[in-house]
Every structure is written in structure tokens, then in C-alpha cells.
T-cell receptor
């Protein structure tokens, strides 16, 4: 199967700092999504980004499909950004299945 | 419009019992997927249903089963519960194909004692 690797596994920042989270995948993918898991466990959609760049407020994402990686940028971090960030890919002919990385645990201190 | 809903939110069962979890997708979505999340294994795919048909299944034992109804609501059942089944169970819905954005519900946290 496909391998999805996220780095770093843990990230600790002070409020106001910027950060970059990385997702590498081992094969061509149909699509890629970034999620934020809140403290209650729900996965919140951030981006659907099989290729290119998207921005939403302080967050932006870039996927370079030909080089098999995606980046999530968080600018001016806030304590509410804390949580686990997952990237997930849709691969091959397995309809409706997402393959998840292990996530990046982000902690933002005031 | 309303998001994906899951019931119950929390559940405590004992070994050997069975459990049924429910998921109501976003209105108009026909695909429902289920995932298990544990600290050790991360997020693992259980199965996906589309128009009442199971299209894809992950590597879980036959104790894990599911179904989808004509209104797209889905249920998953776990029989003969084991301690290792303690997990957060998440369902996701999508409009149609696997290339659509998947939206997740709040999850059901199952504890097996």
C-alpha cells in the first residue's frame, strides 16, 4: 500500500510564531486532504488539495504532486491552533478510502 | 446545512458484548466511510458504503460489519467485543466519488472493560 509520512511528529510553538508541517507520500494520489483534530476528537477539514496552493486565513497549503509532498503553513499561531494535524490521501482504485499519516501534534503556548 | 452526526457519542461495554454505532451523513451525500482511531495504530479504514453497497473493506476481522440504508444513514456493528476494540470510531461522508471531499462526524468513543 501507499506510505504517508508526516513531519515533525511534535511541534511546540509560542503564540505568534509561524510553522510548516510536511506530508510525504510514496505514490501518485487521486487527492489529498489536510485535517485538524480538535480536543474532542473531531476531524475538521482544512484543505482539499491534490495539487497547487490554497489559502484560508492564516492557513495555507501547497501540494507538489510530481514530487509527492504537501506542506501546511500556519502563520501567527494561536492557542486554538493546538491539536493534531493529519494529512490523508486517496490512492489507487480503493474508492472512498483515505490513507492517513500519523499526524503532527502541535502545541501553541500563550 | 447540518454536518455528519454520530450516535452515541460515548459508550462503555464489557468484553463479549456487541455494539451498534450510527452515522447520519450530510444531506445529499451518498458515501459513508468508517474509521477506527487508536493511539497505537492511528486512523485505520474499516469500510465504505455507497448507495447501500459496500464498495471497500479494510483489514478488520469479521466481527466488524456495517450496512447502509436507503436514506444513506449507516450503522456499524462490532460483535464479541474485545479490550482492543476500545477506540474512537469516526465516520465520514462524501457526495459521490472518492475524489470528493470527505467530512467527518464527531466520533463515538467506545470503551470496552
Amino acid at each position: 500500500g501507499i506510505q504517508v509520512e508526516q513531519s515533525p511528529p511534535d511541534l511546540i510553538l509560542q503564540e505568534g510564531a509561524n510553522s510548516t508541517l510536511r506530508c510525504n507520500f510514496s505514490d501518485s494520489v487521486n487527492n489529498l486532504q489536510w485535517f485538524h483534530q480538535n480536543p474532542w476528537g473531531q476531524l475538521i477539514n482544512l484543505f482539499y488539495i491534490p495539487s497547487g496552493t490554497k489559502q484560508n486565513g492564516r492557513l495555507s497549503a501547497t501540494t507538489v504532486a510530481t514530487e509527492r509532498y504537501s506542506l501546511l503553513y500556519i502563520s501567527s499561531s494561536q492557542t486554538t491552533d493546538s491539536g493534531v494535524y493529519f494529512c490523508a490521501v486517496d490512492w489507487g482504485s480503493t474508492l472512498g478510502r483515505l490513507y492517513f499519516g500519523r499526524g503532527t501534534q502541535l502545541t501553541v503556548w500563550p | 446545512k447540518a454536518g455528519v452526526t454520530q450516535t452515541p457519542r460515548y459508550l462503555i461495554k464489557t468484553r463479549g458484548q456487541q455494539v451498534t454505532l450510527s452515522c447520519s451523513p450530510i444531506s445529499g451525500h451518498r458515501s459513508v466511510s468508517w474509521y477506527q482511531q487508536t493511539p497505537g495504530q492511528g486512523l485505520q479504514f474499516l469500510f465504505e458504503y455507497f448507495s447501500e453497497t459496500q464498495r471497500n473493506k479494510g483489514n478488520f476481522p469479521g466481527r466488524f460489519s456495517g450496512r447502509q440504508f436507503s436514506n444513506s444513514r449507516s450503522e456499524m456493528n462490532v460483535s464479541t467485543l474485545e479490550l482492543g476494540d476500545s477506540a474512537l470510531y469516526l465516520c465520514a461522508s462524501a457526495k459521490d466519488t472518492s475524489t470528493d471531499t470527505q467530512y467527518f462526524g464527531p466520533g463515538t468513543r467506545l470503551t470496552v472493560l
